[in-house]
């Protein structure tokens, strides 16, 4: 039996080449037939110029980086490269959702690897982070820029500053 590769007839228009199974249609619509993605476009996540302005985003930040966690842990930020950078440079909200603010130099704060991880893995977990009124400081500054078709994805946590603010 040889294998057969094409396109799916119920993923998303796009979808790359998958082996097909049965009726000619991918793993997952073989398990899940009545999951019809067909009249959806896969929505490319970031494009050349995003990338452009995030890499001059990131440059620019590293310049501003102090030596230490602004999260107050005392855990010193030490960068010799670009890459190592990143990780310290914490986007107050996140990049992937909006994109109207993913490079405003406020959208930031730099935090030790640990500190980044806890602030990205739970609001509830944010809040009670001694950067939390440095980041409702910063927030503060872009939030009206935020396109509405993207205030969907504002958490509680900002959404309350956004709300009360005029």
Sequence with gaps: MSSKFGKCPSCPAGSPEV???GSGV?????NNPKDDQSKQKIVKTATVDEDKLLEKFYREQWELMPKYCENECGNRLLATTL????FFICHIVPKKNFKSV????????FGCWQ???DYD???TKAVMMP?????????SGFMKLIKDTELKYLPD??????DSTP
């Design 121 to 123: 893995s739970k609001w």
């Design 131 to 139: 950067v939390w009124p440095l980041v409702i400081e910063r927030f």
């Design 102 to 109: 993913m490079v405003h130099p406020d959208n930031r704060f």
């Design 19 to 21: 082996r097909l199974y």
């Design 26 to 30: 991918c793993a997952y619509h073989l």
């Design 83 to 86: 890459g190592k950078a990143k």
């Design 157 to 162: 946590a900002l959404r309350i500053i956004y």
């Design 115 to 117: 500190c980044h991880s």
